[in-house]
């Protein structure tokens, strides 16, 4: 019985030695692109809600938070759908590893120029390190909580959260990809405020 427990402690094990190595991957990746660790005002803030100040994005969480936590959303669905055998921590896992993909991605300079001229964050300088790791973090949350709400409730979860956002901030998940992929002006003119 105690080498069963043992033997199912260190299965276990494996899943989150792999996502700490992502973490220290992706953390030293970004920091190779130029991502400074924190923000250059030499401080760190739990929270910044003005999505129009130097401080967005370079500190530990934002609005944008919120849409990272729909990432989580997305990928819990994505993968129960496409490997529904893979135990929960794996997905976890994987979900975690797409996750720093996007923010190598996501603060690569194509990208950053591309937010630049497509969309309505017009001085985004991309995330600090601290910033993306919390993006990640929020990403982890969002994948447990549609593990813990399933389909139907995080489905409504991930409706009003994109609702909330769009009444609060001007962006979501879903204008943001939009935005990205095929900017619209008006849309891009109604997020600044004209």
């Known amino acids: 019985m105690r080498q069963n427990l043992v033997a199912l402690n260190r299965k276990t094990w494996w899943p989150w030695l792999a996502i700490a190595a992502v973490l220290l991957a992706a953390a030293l ?19 910044v809600g ?11 969480f934002d609005p944008y938070t919120f849409s990272h936590i729909l990432h989580g959303v997305i990928f819990f669905w994505a993968l129960a759908a496409l490997a529904p055998r893979l135990p929960f921590l794996w997905r976890l896992s994987l979900a975690t590893t797409i996750e720093a993909g996007w923010e190598m991605l996501e603060n690569s300079a194509f990208v950053i120029d591309r937010y630049r001229a497509a969309t309505a964050s017009l001085a985004y300088q991309g995330d600090t390190v601290i910033n993306s790791m919390s993006d990640i973090f929020a990403c982890a949350i969002g994948f447990w909580l549609a593990r813990y709400l399933g389909f139907r409730r995080s489905l409504i979860f991930f409706a009003l959260t994109e609702i909330m956002m769009i009444l609060w901030i001007r962006d979501s998940l879903l204008l943001n990809i ?8 008006a849309i891009k003119t109604w997020q600044m405020g004209f």
């Open 29 to 47: 990746q970004l920091h190779a692109q130029g991502r400074l660790w924190i923000c250059a005002c030499r401080q760190i803030y739990l929270w």
């Open 178 to 185: 939009l935005m990205l992929i095929y900017p619209i002006e």
């Open 50 to 60: 003005d999505t129009w100040s130097s401080d967005n994005s370079q500190h530990i």
